[in-house]
């Protein structure tokens, strides 16, 4: 067996494989075994007759491509295992000579970016400081109470704010249209999940009214309604408003919140909370811009299948949750305004700055020589084991087919700690 290894630009190598003959020889014996079994001669049994007379009946090509086709697999494996080459994509394969005893396969196979990093400590590019004010705090607190309140059925007319119990059937030139009509269909008013001007023209309506609505479609909205004119008949059947609860230690227990049962238990529970989620948001956007530096002062080369690979997966992805929302992608592109290709090239551009992000990361993750200990992967099963209420054994279990990715990702978060520690 012969190979030639040789390297191409933007992260591709050529391996040009030469099959040694007797190889080529087994592979076609194989290949016609294979083959005869399906072969039908008068006197014997379908795949039975005599390998010499059932030859004559198999085609040399069908053997020829069946020959190929079995071998393929291993000459790959073994010849990126005896080059030493680790392919990220599926190879290029060409036959360049095949005859009764000789093969050669040329594979073009894309390799691991290359990334030729600059410099990555001492950039200054801001640490955000983060702070809670009373507004914000204030705020919180009326939140939470909202997710508390009850919805209790008022008397008088509807406001913004309140919850409407209706029926309604929408109408185009006074026919109904498919998925216009709904049932006891509790809306909040104000919260804008209904075309403009709905939601606004049921406020000032007492329960037990019958009345029409009529409202325009949004330009970028689905093909068969968007722009057109439609009226929807209303039939209002309650009113019900939020009650708040009040703001005391007795109400503050029935939030049923960990080591919070007083007033100020739940305002520095709160405050720590909006402390943290204001860090975690200021740290993200400081990686943010501190990526982009550090990829000015670097060379990043990614091959494009790479790019490609996870531009469809991504679109695949968010194809199959839109049609389990009944939503399909043309629908979805009308709705943001959006053709198919500047769909594409978005989401390719994501993809493209995502790529670039881990593979520099990935880059300084080698450069600085960061590991995880045998200890810290300890203690990170038993942070799992009781987060999940597991045994530890079964954490181990759980994560062995995926061992080497995880123990990537917690060397990749010492990466992010070195990278917060030495800029700025």
């Given amino acids: 067996m012969e190979r030639k290894l040789t390297k191409l630009e933007h992260c591709h190598v050529e391996l040009l494989v030469t099959v040694d003959e007797a190889t080529w020889k087994a592979a076609q014996e194989k290949a016609l075994k294979k083959l005869v079994k399906e072969v039908t001669i008068k006197g014997f049994r379908k795949g039975e007759a005599p390998l010499e007379m059932a030859r004559k009946h198999v085609n040399p090509m069908d053997q020829m491509n069946e020959a190929i086709n079995g071998l393929l697999p291993s000459l790959y494996e073994e010849s990126i295992k005896a080059e030493n080459v680790m392919p990220y994509a599926q190879p290029k394969v060409d036959i360049t000579k095949v005859s009764d005893t000789e093969l050669e396969v040329k594979f073009t196979i894309t390799t691991a970016p290359e990334v030729e990093l600059g410099k990555y400590t001492g950039l200054k590019v801001g640490k955000g400081e983060v702070s809670v004010n009373e507004e914000e705090l204030a705020n919180a607190i009326a939140d939470l109470q909202g997710k508390n309140a009850t919805l209790v059925v008022k008397e008088g007319e509807a406001k913004l704010g309140d919850t409407a119990v209706i029926d309604f059937e929408g109408f185009l030139d006074g026919k109904p249209f498919d998925g216009g009509k709904a049932e006891n269909h509790e809306l909040v008013l104000g919260s804008n999940s209904f075309i403009p001007g709905f939601e606004a023209a049921i406020v000032g309506h007492k329960a037990g009214e019958e009345f029409d609505i ?110 389990q929302s009944g939503l399909q992608l043309k629908d979805y592109l009308q709705i943001i305004g959006q053709t198919e290709q500047q769909f594409h090239d978005q989401v390719k551009a994501n993809a493209t700055k995502e790529a670039q992000t881990f593979f520099i990361m990935d880059a300084i993750l080698k450069a600085e020589k960061f590991e995880v200990t045998d200890k810290e992967l300890e203690n990170e099963y038993e942070s799992l084991a009781k987060q999940y209420n597991m045994k530890v054994e079964d954490v181990k279990k759980a994560l062995a087919p995926q061992l080497e990715d995880y123990k990537h990702n917690l060397a990749m978060k010492k990466v992010e700690d070195f990278l917060y520690e030495k800029n700025n």
């Fill in 214 to 323: 009529k409202v325009k479609f949004p330009e970028n909205y689905v093909e068969e309604l968007k722009g057109k004119d439609a009226t929807f008949k209303i039939k209002l059947h309650e009113v019900k408003e939020k009650v708040l609860p009040e703001l005391n230690d007795e109400s503050v227990k029935e939030f049923e919140i960990t080591g919070v049962e007083t007033v100020e238990q739940l305002k520095e529970h709160l405050k720590v909370d909006l402390l943290k989620r204001k860090e975690s948001e200021a740290r993200n956007e400081f990686f943010g811009k501190l990526l982009e530096e550090i990829a000015k002062n670097s060379k990043v080369d990614i091959p494009d299948e790479i790019i490609e690979s996870q531009t469809h997966h991504t679109i695949d992805d968010m194809v199959a949750r839109m049609q």
